[in-house]
């Protein structure tokens, strides 16, 4: 769990999105993120909690993630047995914006638990305690997922869905993602614009069979790479084409494609 305070994270808007988010906050209702790894939906959170003056309290989702996790537990203190409240039952008393990031990855109670926070009730039940808690006015329920990802393995139920309001995230547009690449590392136009056009035409080679491709977010972390001294096909290789894939024939072809084109 990570909760972040205000801050200044960058976020180019490449559509309404900023608009949306808003009117969904003021609305009191929850918004679901849909999208591919590293297409900026954790950094719009971000954003928008910084922008909206809210904390943000950040849970990365995975296999193990239970209900119990989010609502809170019971402790041994001494000798007493207190209640802990979990950063999803926080979040709601105080009135902070809850980022369930890549949700679909909890397991199923944690779905169950929040179903009330998703509708008009706007409440949360915690049977450990026989207590119904009402949201504060200022809470809100953000979550994200990867359809590409999960589809056929771990799947959001067409009901869950329906509870939120939902923005499709992708790869920015050419000259949007240049302008992430130079305002986030320094680096040049030209060279960003080459790693643009890598990562776009990796992105395009159905045939390779990537489960993943190159997000924004592996361009970015080669360009600090090299701009802090690391070759730059080298940088590429280890930043972009490593984390795609362990086969020997697929990495060959992409590391052909970055001596090609960087």
């Keep these: ?10 976020y180019h808007a490449v559509g309404k999105e900023v608009e949306v988010f808003e009117q969904v906050y003021h609305n009191k209702l929850p918004i679901l993120l849909k999208g591919p790894t590293g297409t900026g939906k954790s950094r719009f959170v971000e954003f928008m909690a910084n922008k909206l003056r809210k904390k ?3 849970i990365s989702c995975h296999e193990e993630t239970s209900s119990t996790d989010l609502i809170g537990r019971f402790i041994i203190k001494g000798a007493e047995t207190i209640w802990l409240d979990g950063p999803l039952t926080t979040a709601v008393k105080n009135g902070h914006i809850l980022y369930l990031d890549e949700v679909a990855e909890a397991r199923p109670d944690v779905i169950v638990a929040i179903h009330s926070l998703t509708d008009h009730r706007r409440e949360l039940f915690i049977d450990k305690l026989g207590e119904t808690y009402k949201a504060h006015e200022d809470f809100m ?5 990867n359809p590409g990802y999960q589809r056929g393995f771990k799947e959001l139920k067409p009901s869950t869905r329906q509870r939120f309001v939902a923005l499709s995230f992708n790869y920015p547009e050419p000259k949007i993602e240049q ?5 986030e590392t320094g680096i040049d136009d030209d060279m960003a614009k080459r790693l643009v ?12 069979g990537l489960t993943e491709t190159v997000s924004t977010r592996l361009l970015v972390d080669a360009s600090k790479l090299f701009q802090s001294g690391l070759a730059k096909r080298l940088a590429v290789k280890v930043a972009v084409m490593e984390p795609l894939s362990d086969e020997k024939q697929t990495l060959e072809a992409l590391y052909d494609l970055t001596d090609l084109m960087i």
Excluded: D, W, Y
């Design 179 to 183: 302008e992430i690449l130079v305002q």
């Design 197 to 208: 056009m890598l990562g776009n035409k990796v992105r395009n080679l159905n045939e390779l």
């Design 1 to 10: 769990m990570e909760e972040t305070e205000v801050g200044i994270p960058f």
């Design 141 to 145: 329920l953000v979550a994200s997922f």
């Design 56 to 58: 943000l309290i950040t």
